[in-house]
């Protein structure tokens, strides 16, 4: 079973920038999107980010001009650039690869803390 791994959360101070990345474990075809989605305990995962096709991108109205998603050549990286961080931000983020009707890959989340 192919799964999606996240990387580069961690704490960091109000204002500052990270890049998370997300890597699949293994081959997966026939990739239509991939997203970024974030949670804070007791709510719902929130949709943050998304790319499909040939580059659309679309954006949470909370990220909108903060952050950006972008993918590589291959296809199967995901990258979120967050810039201006703020202590909202704060959340586990999530990456996710829509299979369209295979469904979708989700990772096991990685924590982004922002606090002076």
């Known amino acids: 079973q192919v799964q999606l791994v996240e990387s580069g959360g961690g704490l960091v101070q109000p204002g500052v920038s990270l890049r998370l990345s997300c890597v699949a474990s293994?081959?997966?075809?026939?990739?239509?999107?991939m997203s970024w989605y974030r949670q804070t305990p007791g709510n719902e995962r929130e949709f943050i980010a998304s790319i499909v096709g040939g580059g659309t991108t679309n954006y949470a109205d909370s990220v909108k001009g903060r952050f950006s998603i972008s993918r590589n050549r291959a296809m199967d990286r995901a990258y979120l650039q967050m810039n201006d961080l703020k202590p909202d931000d704060t959340a586990v983020y999530y990456c996710?690869?829509?299979?369209?009707?295979?469904?979708?890959?989700w990772g096991q989340g990685t924590q982004v803390t922002v606090s002076s």
């Open positions: 293994g081959r997966v075809s026939g990739i239509y999107g």
């Open positions: 996710s690869f829509s299979l369209g009707t295979r469904g979708r890959l």
